[in-house]
């Protein structure tokens, strides 16, 4: 069984930071592809930020110089550490496993960014 668990999401105010963990079980973690994606209500999920199984990264514009993925294999566990968070990265936060053809969710877990 393919599983993937967010945590570390919450409440926070403008300027501050989180860091969010996603944990893998049911896949040979090291050759995904894992990504951080995010949807607003009313809006379409988006890709926040991406790393290779090789270690490359990408990352959407709107978070460049703020967030950082990062991966540990040994731990099977992706990171998003966020800073200089702000009321537009408000979101349900949703982890992703990718394989070819293949797609595994995390359940998500909620950031909100308010004074």
């Known amino acids: 069984q393919v599983q993937l668990v967010e945590s570390g999401g919450g409440l926070v105010q403008p300027g501050e930071s989180l860091r969010l963990s996603c944990a893998a079980s049911?896949?040979?973690?090291?050759?995904?592809?894992m990504g951080w994606y995010r949807q607003a209500p009313g809006k379409q999920r988006e890709l926040v930020a991406g790393?290779?199984?090789?270690?490359?990264?990408n990352y959407a514009d709107s978070v460049k110089g703020r967030f950082t993925i990062s991966r540990d294999n040994a731990k099977n566990t992706v990171y998003l550490q966020m800073n200089s968070l702000k009321p537009e990265d408000t979101a349900v936060y949703y982890c992703?496993?990718?394989?070819?053809?293949?797609?595994?969710w995390g359940q998500g877990t909620q950031v909100t960014v308010s004074s």
């Open positions: 992703n496993a990718k394989r070819f053809t293949l797609r595994y």
């Open positions: 790393i290779t199984s090789g270690g490359s990264t």
């Open positions: 049911g896949v040979i973690f090291n050759i995904y592809d």
